[in-house]
Structure formats: structure tokens, C-alpha cells
């Protein structure tokens, strides 16, 4: 099984600051690699698929990168709707496997 | 406008069974691979089954394999998770999702889920 860890596990930033999120994985997962965004009380929300291809409707503040074993998701300027629970996903391999999530707190 | 609708989820009793569904809308259903994914309480996203556009083929996490079933009725449109032997640590909220395409495993629309509680 593919172990995906995301750190921090917790990211106090003011709105207005940048947010540099990472997902490092056990094994190389090439770029099939996705993240999330998910609200208490919500469903999740696609950002970007095969790492770096944003979809749809993602604000351009997002940007998604990396490959192999080590991706990144940067917010460049924290707007209020961006605190959330981010979670990245891999679907290299049976079975699928999500990062423990990063929260994006307000400081 | 793509829509996912979950249902069936109840308390249920330690070794009890329930059948969760998913209607689908908005989409060419049987185009496209779907997944189950679940969220305990206090704790993070964790991938639980999916299967492919035709339903020939089912994966499933460890945690749950023996114990749930996935399948689909793409005449119907549904998406069913049908779960057995269910323990405490299956207490969740469970989501359907839809997949890419056929085939592509990365999740672009997702329900508003439905709540699981295994308790005595």
C-alpha cells in the first residue's frame, strides 16, 4: 500500500498570506496524484488531478505540482473561503490511498 | 448539473448489515468509474471501494474487504455499497464519488454523504 503523508499537519496563516502544502509518498505514484479541498458539513472538492491540471472552476490562486514522490499545493494569497482541510489522493495503485490532510487554519 | 444522492445510512447494531445507495444524475452514468470514500469521526478521508464504468471489475480497501460489496445499476443509474459483519471503527460518514472517465480514479463530483453509526 502506497502511504501518502502530508505536512503540516496543521498551518495557522492570516489571509493575504501564501500556503505551501506538501504530500510526499512511500513509493512513486508518477503523476497520478490529485488534492482536495473539504469544509466541515461539505463534500470535498476537486482541485487538481494528475497533480498539476486544475479543475474546473479552481480559482487561479491554486497551483499544483510535483511528481513522483513529492508534490506540492500552493495558495499564493488566502482568501476566507480557502480555510479548509486539504487532502491529497494517489491512484498509482490498489488500493487508492489518501494523505492524513493538512489543515488551514486562521491565525 | 451533475448531482450525487446518498441513502440508507442508520444506526445499526455490531455485526449487523446495511445497504447503502447513490443515485446518480446528471451524467452518463455508466461512463464513468465511481468509489465510496468515508470519514470516522474526528478523523481524515479514507478510500473504502470502487469500480468501473461496466462494474466488471471492484476494488476494496483492506479494512473492508470480505465485508462490503460494491456494485451498480447503470439501467438505474445506482451506486450500492452493501455491508456486512459491520464493527464499531465503520462509523462514518460515507460519500460517493464520481470518477474522471472510465477509468481515471481522481474524483470530480462527490455527494453530501450519508452517516453510518455502529453501536450498540
Known amino acids: 500500500e502506497i502511504v501518502l503523508t502530508q505536512s503540516p499537519a496543521t498551518l495557522s496563516l492570516s489571509p493575504g498570506e501564501s500556503a505551501t502544502l506538501s504530500c510526499r509518498a512511500s513509493q512513486s505514484v508518477s503523476n497520478y496524484l490529485a488534492w482536495y479541498q473539504h469544509k466541515p458539513g461539505q463534500a470535498p472538492r476537486l482541485l487538481f488531478y494528475?497533480?498539476?491540471t486544475t479543475a474546473t472552476g479552481i480559482p487561479a490562486r491554486f497551483r499544483g505540482s510535483g511528481s513522483g514522490t513529492d508534490f506540492t499545493l500552493t495558495i499564493s494569497s488566502l482568501e476566507p473561503e480557502d480555510f479548509a482541510v486539504y487532502y491529497c489522493?494517489?491512484?498509482?495503485?490498489?488500493?487508492?490511498?489518501f494523505g492524513g490532510g493538512t489543515k488551514v487554519e486562521v491565525k | 448539473e451533475v448531482q450525487l444522492l446518498e441513502s440508507g445510512g442508520d444506526l445499526v447494531q455490531p455485526g449487523g448489515s446495511l445497504r447503502l445507495s447513490c443515485e446518480a444524475s446528471?451524467?452518463?452514468?455508466?461512463?464513468?468509474?465511481m468509489t465510496w470514500v468515508r470519514q470516522a469521526p474526528g478523523k481524515g478521508l479514507e478510500w473504502v471501494s470502487g469500480i468501473s464504468a461496466g462494474g466488471g471489475s471492484t476494488y476494496y480497501a483492506d479494512s473492508v474487504k470480505g465485508r462490503f460489496t460494491m456494485s451498480r445499476d447503470n439501467s438505474k443509474n445506482t451506486l450500492f455499497l452493501h455491508m456486512n459483519s459491520l464493527r464499531a471503527e465503520d462509523t462514518a460518514i460515507y460519500y460517493c464519488?464520481?470518477?474522471?472517465?472510465?477509468?481515471?480514479?481522481?474524483?470530480?463530483?462527490w455527494g453530501q454523504g450519508t452517516l453510518v453509526t455502529v453501536s450498540s
Open positions: 464519488a464520481k470518477g474522471f472517465d472510465t477509468s481515471r480514479y481522481s474524483f470530480d463530483c
Open positions: 494528475d497533480a498539476s
Open positions: 489522493q494517489q491512484r498509482s495503485s490498489w488500493p487508492l490511498t
Open positions: 446528471g451524467f452518463t452514468f455508466s461512463s464513468y468509474c
